[in-house]
């Protein structure tokens, strides 16, 4: 089943300490953005890939896309000062309007098998988000003084990516500018519409290259993934 993939690429790489994009940060001398990206141009049900940049970037990342030969980008839109600002301009600039995938340009790790499960899922019941189970104890805490502890059993860690039938997140990402409301992701945004949002579980090793760490954990990542080739 085929869809749209819509990565918000206009960080600026505060945690990672970079003093630049950490996208473009490299994992095996390929920049992050680049791994993110493999996957979705490689993906033969992937029709199209939208970026949001920032303006002063577009330069080099439309250099960075001849260099490297990815394909599949339709638009490069401009970014906003937040990811959610970034993502309603990327999907104004979406011309086919079915199923849409937000991911972190900064996860070059998710797995096919997870993706098309998310467009399914999305595609069957309008919402889908890939996470995976809480596997530590979960306490919360007020001014460090430890209320309760919560059931992990029903504890699930967001991560991306997003599905979404396009009329669904294009009518939330209108509602949430209109009521200046800003969400930390865009399931919350289709959640304020009263919309089920489905888990897809996901695995352990798509993270978010966040920080000088997860650069490590990338590493050992790509070279796990060698091994089993």
Same mark, same amino acid.
């Given at each position: %089943? *085929?869809?749209?993939?819509?990565?918000?690429?206009?960080?600026?790489?505060?945690?990672?300490?970079?003093?630049?994009?950490?996208?473009?940060?490299?994992?095996?001398?390929?920049?992050?953005? *680049?791994?993110?990206?493999?996957?979705?141009?490689?993906?033969?049900?992937?029709?199209?890939?939208?970026?949001?940049?920032?303006?002063? /970037?577009?330069?080099?990342? /439309?250099?960075?896309?001849?260099?490297?030969?990815? +394909?599949?980008? @339709?638009?490069? =839109?401009?970014?906003?000062?937040?990811?959610?600002?970034?993502?309603?301009?990327?999907?104004?600039?979406?011309?086919?309007?079915?199923?849409? !995938?937000?991911?972190?340009?900064?996860?070059?790790?998710?797995?096919?098998?997870?993706?098309?499960?998310?467009?399914? =899922?999305?595609?069957?019941?309008? =919402?889908?988000?890939? =996470?995976?189970?809480?596997?530590?104890? %979960?306490?919360?805490?007020?001014?460090?003084?430890?209320?309760?502890?919560?059931?992990? /059993? @029903? !504890?699930?860690?967001?991560?991306?990516?997003?599905?979404?039938?396009?009329?669904?997140?294009?009518?939330?990402?209108?509602?949430?500018?209109?009521?200046?409301?800003?969400? +930390?992701? /865009?399931?919350?945004?289709?959640?304020?519409?009263?919309?089920?949002?489905?888990?897809?579980?996901?695995?352990?090793?798509?993270?978010?290259?966040? +920080?000088?760490?997860?650069?490590?954990?990338?590493?050992?990542?790509?070279?796990?993934?060698?091994?089993?080739?």
């Amino acid at each position: %089943m *085929i869809y749209t993939v819509l990565l918000p690429a206009a960080g600026s790489g505060k945690r990672m300490g970079a003093g630049q994009n950490k996208l473009f940060l490299e994992l095996r001398n390929v920049p992050i953005l *680049i791994h993110t990206l493999r996957v979705f141009d490689r993906d033969p049900n992937c029709e199209q890939i939208v970026l949001a940049v920032k303006k002063e /970037e577009k330069v080099l990342i /439309e250099r960075l896309l001849k260099e490297y030969r990815v +394909t599949k980008v @339709s638009a490069i =839109a401009e970014g906003g000062e937040e990811r959610q600002h970034s993502v309603y301009a990327g999907l104004k600039a979406i011309t086919t309007k079915g199923i849409v !995938l937000v991911h972190d340009a900064a996860r070059p790790f998710i797995h096919q098998v997870v993706i098309q499960q998310l467009v399914q =899922a999305a595609h069957t019941s309008g =919402a889908a988000v890939a =996470a995976v189970r809480a596997k530590d104890t %979960m306490k919360k805490a007020v001014n460090g003084i430890i209320q309760e502890t919560i059931d992990r /059993e @029903s !504890l699930w860690i967001i991560q991306t990516p997003q599905a979404f039938q396009y009329t669904i997140l294009e009518k939330a990402e209108r509602l949430a500018e209109v009521e200046n409301f800003l969400g +930390t992701d /865009e399931a919350m945004l289709v959640e304020r519409l009263g919309e089920r949002v489905h888990i897809v579980e996901s695995t352990y090793d798509n993270v978010k290259m966040t +920080t000088r760490e997860d650069l490590l954990y990338g590493e050992a990542i790509l070279n796990k993934r060698e091994q089993e080739e």
